[in-house]
């Protein structure tokens, strides 16, 4: 019997409600039972000191049973889970037999605590089991109304169709209650296999997706490395040509010069972004970053007549990694720089959100990003840029991203587009040193 337990049990949460709703049953039979007993003494008499002190007494043993259960803290075996089911049920049907004996009488209101056992081994245990413990408490409800005929005859053949009944109700509970139990255990192993199913889709679907995000990247790369490549092979090939003249061969070595070092830019921007540091953050104020990063993209956007706006509250303090977030802003205000029209302006502003969070914005003039473009911006190497190597605006996400925070395109109209990188703020009075 001891194997047919289910594993319900196995779980310690699980064994304490399922055996406390048990002992909370049991308690509430009981005390109904003395109740009706109580209400109905002028018919089944006055319930005896006998009888109230062993109704005392299981009140007492389920109580300290309740107790132990919620105190719990280990794992309970099944052996013990078993155990305990076999306690319950041979401690209803004992009761059933004793509280017949006390009170005297063939048709005992106590005969209901037979359903217990039955509801309780439908629960724990397999249909044999259960219909075994039935068919007990149908057999010791019939041999009572025999000894009971023995020692006060007669008693009316109804009797004995009334304790039959009983026994047939016991059985009928256990097994529909068994079915139930059964039914929805079924239902549980098969969502839980389908959820394992569906586990192993989604791992399988995420390698699948990482490998085809991988043999992007590593095509991406590839052509960005090409171009150069191309470029420096064809200029060195070009300059041994001894029938050029001696500036076309130095122009060939400054091309090759300049794609080298673009290549050097592209492939140091490649491993910021494939194997980015983690920040090592410092209480740092933010206007001293903002301004630092609008002071080293002034000449850049001077050359166009850009004029760059800052602004942030002085008492505005952030844990940051200072490099990596003025690194973060100045691939923002560069691109803002080479997007926006000549003479026009660019906003870079800093304010607290209200929920814990600062909101950093970059704001430029000019024309929209193309709607299919936008859904790509943050992918590495898009770019739309002629000489771009589309790793700006991933490598600040990513910055982003390592902070707690994020970056996003909060605004894309026409004369305005509007970039928002958000990081966790720091009050002042928790910020200890303040690093400019």
Excluded at 158 to 183: D, H, K, P, R, S
Excluded at 186 to 191: D, I, V
Excluded at 210 to 216: N, T
Excluded at 321 to 341: E, H, K, T
Aim: glycine letters at 4%; proline letters at 4%; one cysteine or more.
């Amino acid at each position: 019997m001891r194997a047919a337990v289910t594993n319900q049990a196995s779980d310690l949460d699980a064994f304490k409600r399922q055996e406390s709703i048990f002992v909370i049953l049991n308690l509430l039979v009981l005390a109904v039972l003395l109740l009706f007993h109580t209400l109905f003494a002028s018919l089944l008499g006055q319930p005896s000191i006998l009888l109230l002190s062993v109704l005392g007494a299981a009140f007492l043993l389920r109580t300290v049973e309740l107790i132990w259960i919620q105190a719990r803290s280990t794992q309970v075996s099944d052996r013990a889970v078993t155990f305990l089911t076999l306690c319950s049920v041979a401690s209803n049907l004992l009761l059933a037999i004793v509280f017949a004996m006390l009170t005297n009488r063939q048709d005992s209101p106590y005969w209901v605590l037979l359903v217990m056992p039955a509801v309780e081994s439908a629960f724990r245990f397999s249909l044999l089991p259960t219909v075994a413990v039935a068919v007990l408490g149908a057999s010791l409800s019939l041999l009572w109304v025999r000894h009971f005929a023995r020692f006060h005859p007669p008693v009316p053949v109804g009797e004995y169709f009334e304790a039959a009944t009983i026994g047939l109700i016991c059985l009928l509970v256990g097994v529909l209650f068994w079915m139930v139990v059964n039914q929805l255990r079924q239902e549980e192993s098969r969502r839980a296999a389908n959820l394992e199913q569906l586990r192993e889709t989604r791992e399988k679907l995420l390698m699948e997706e990482k490998l085809g995000a991988v043999g992007r990247f590593a095509s991406a790369v590839a052509h960005e490395i090409r171009n150069p490549v191309a470029m420096i092979s064809s200029s060195l090939e070009t300059a041994t040509n001894s029938a050029i003249t001696h500036a076309e061969r130095e122009e060939m070595f400054g091309i090759a010069a300049k794609e080298a070092a673009r290549l050097e830019k592209l492939t140091t921007d490649f491993l910021r972004y494939a194997r980015p540091a983690p920040p090592a953050r410092c209480q740092c104020a933010v206007a001293d970053v903002i301004s630092y990063v609008a002071d080293i993209s002034r000449a850049r956007a001077n050359s166009r007549g850009i004029s760059i706006v800052h602004a942030a509250p002085e008492a505005l303090v952030a844990s940051i990694d200072v490099a990596q977030m003025q690194q973060a802003l100045l691939n923002l205000v560069i691109n803002a720089i080479d997007a926006a029209p000549n003479g026009s302006e660019i906003t870079l502003q800093a304010r607290a959100n209200g929920d814990s969070q600062i909101r950093i914005e970059i704001e430029n003039r000019g024309d929209p990003i193309p709607s299919d473009a936008v859904a790509k911006i943050f992918e590495p190497f898009f770019t739309t840029k002629p000489a771009g190597t589309g790793l700006g605006l991933a490598i600040a996400r990513n910055i982003a991203l390592s902070h707690e925070g994020d970056l996003s395109l909060t605004c894309n109209e026409d004369g305005k587009i509007c970039f928002r990188l958000t990081i966790p703020s720091q009050q002042p009075d928790q910020a200890g040193e303040i690093h400019g």
